[in-house]
T-cell receptor
Framework: AQSVTQPDIHITVSEGASLELRCNYS??????LFWYVQSPGQGLQLLLK??????LVQGIKGFEAEFKRSQSSFNLRKPSVHWSDAAEYFC????????????FGKGTKLSVKP | DVKVTQSSRYLVKRTGEKVFLECVQD?????MFWYRQDPGLGLRLIYF???????EKGDIPEGYSVSREKKERFSLILESASTNQTSMYLC?????????????FGPGTRLTVT
């Protein structure tokens, strides 16, 4: 069965510092991988997704993520965090050939210090 | 621009009431989903539908039912609301494409059952 683990429940970084949010997945084959962001009181918005090919994926708002098959990881990075990046971030995995439902991690809440 | 709308942002109901949460999408998507989101538990799938009048149970269907009479509308029904159903409810839709399709989310309905 598929599963997604986000080891960090809450992370605080200073504005301008770099950011890495961790995501590990469990799946028998190469999955589809997603990162979503949820601002307070809002629904989820897609940041980026990985299907195949280049393992470094660029997304919106200056985010990128790297798929590492050997580590079953899909970590999200940003070189310089802005105060507006404070939100909750969800990693998700989709199974090839499924009906379309995704398995979400429990989320990592990001706080940004001025 | 894809739009998923939910009938209410905030809802307060009494224990035992029948509750309807409505979701409408305007992108002609085949797939629609209902999740509940609780702190520390992430998103949990309640039900999904991949076609009109079709429905599939997700991970936590107990106490809920759904209805999809039209392609654009997916309703979540709490037959007899209970306090443990106090939560944030998120609706999403996606085109066909198996596990690789991006899900588009509504803003959520925060339901309080007293």
């Amino acid at each position: 069965a598929q599963s997604v683990t986000q080891p960090d429940i809450h992370i605080t970084v200073s504005e301008g510092a770099s950011l890495e949010l961790r995501c590990n997945y469990s799946y028998g084959a190469t999955p589809y991988l997603f990162w979503y962001v949820q601002s307070p009181g809002q629904g989820l918005q897609l940041l980026l997704k990985y299907f195949s090919g280049d393992t470094l994926v660029q997304g919106i708002k200056g985010f990128e993520a790297e798929f590492k098959r050997s580590q079953s990881s899909f970590n999200l990075r940003k070189p310089s965090v802005h105060w507006s990046d404070a939100a909750e971030y969800f990693c998700a995995v989709g199974a090839r050939g499924s009906q379309g439902n995704l398995i979400f991690g429990k989320g990592t809440k990001l706080s940004v210090k001025p | 621009d894809v739009k998923v709308t939910q009938s209410s942002r905030y809802l307060v109901k009494r224990t035992g009431e029948k509750v309807f949460l409505e979701c409408v999408q305007d992108m002609d998507h085949e797939n629609m989903f209902w999740y509940r989101q609780d702190p520390g538990l992430g998103l949990r799938l309640i039900y999904f539908s991949y076609d009109v009048k079709m429905k599939e149970k997700g991970d936590i269907p107990e106490g809920y039912s759904v209805s999809r009479e039209k392609k654009e509308r997916f309703s979540l029904i709490l037959e007899s609301a209970s306090t443990n159903q106090t939560s944030m409810y998120l609706c999403a839709s996606s085109p066909p494409g198996g596990g690789g399709s991006e899900q588009y989310f509504g803003p959520g309905t925060r339901l309080t059952v007293t």
